[in-house]
């Protein structure tokens, strides 16, 4: 299953920490061997118009508010186990 990232880069939503989302996505996925596999498409998205909820983060289209680095690590380990890269 081909999992969907979409970060919000709106300057709400970036400011208020989707700028960390993204490095810690990137370092994710670049760290565990997940950069090579078509398991993941990281993206971003503009301004949702939901900035007090932000930062925005959407997972196979589920949308997540106030995302922070350790959640959103949390949300990369629950859809990219390590574990799934020697399958």
């Known amino acids: 299953m081909k999992h969907t990232i979409t970060i919000c880069v709106g300057s709400s939503c ?3 920490g ?13 760290e565990n061997g997940f950069h090579d596999e078509a398991r993941i498409e990281l993206g971003g998205i503009l301004c949702r ?27 990369l380990q629950e859809i990219l186990p390590i574990q799934a890269i020697a399958q």
Do not use: H, W
Request: aromatic share 6%; hydrophobic share 45%.
């Open 14 to 16: 970036f400011a208020r």
């Open 49 to 75: 118009g939901r900035c007090a909820e932000g930062p925005i983060v959407i997972v196979d289209g589920q949308e997540y508010t106030k995302v922070n680095g350790v959640s959103m690590l949390a949300l």
């Open 18 to 30: 989707n700028s960390e989302n993204v490095d810690v996505a990137e370092a994710y996925i670049a």
